[in-house]
């Protein structure tokens, strides 16, 4: 298994199967000009040549935020999510913390982000554009 940065043409699939994967809409031009920013964010873990899982993670002004992370169904309960994470922790290391937000009802991705020592620090209202609400999550890094 080999993570390494995400290409454009690869960004440009995910953030069209945004919305089935996520429920939700996300601009590729907003994601093309933060991956050539922050290049290092943008995720990508595969086995010979077939893609596995994803993330996204862009250096903000108070925390590094996880944008999105992804493993297709199939190769789930593998450990590639957690593979990409502790990647994730490596690349921001010489930041405090880190964040992301998750929907209330997702209780496997908010007990997998809860394993990885996220703290759930409050919660958004109406904060997906179904108006659903998340948890907003953080884990230290330091």
Do not use: C
Not at 15 to 29: C, D, T
Not at 57 to 74: C, D, G, N, Q, S
């Amino acid at each position: 298994m080999k993570i390494r940065t995400m290409t454009l043409d690869e960004l440009y699939v995910f953030i069209g199967q945004s919305e089935e994967i996520f429920n939700e809409h996300y601009e590729y031009k907003k994601y093309l000009r933060l991956h050539k920013l922050h290049p290092e964010g943008f995720l990508v873990v595969g086995k010979d040549n077939i893609i596995l899982g994803f993330a996204i993670a862009i250096p903000e002004k108070e925390a590094p935020r996880l944008h999105m992370l992804y493993t297709v169904p199939e190769a789930r309960r593998q450990g590639i999510a957690k593979k990409i994470m502790e990647e994730l922790f490596r690349t921001f290391q010489d930041r405090k913390s880190m964040v992301l937000e998750v929907r209330e009802g997702n209780n496997s991705a908010i007990q997998f982000y809860m394993g990885l020592e996220f703290e759930i620090e409050g919660v958004i209202r109406k904060y997906y554009s179904n108006g659903e609400s998340a948890y907003r999550m953080r884990r230290i890094l330091e």
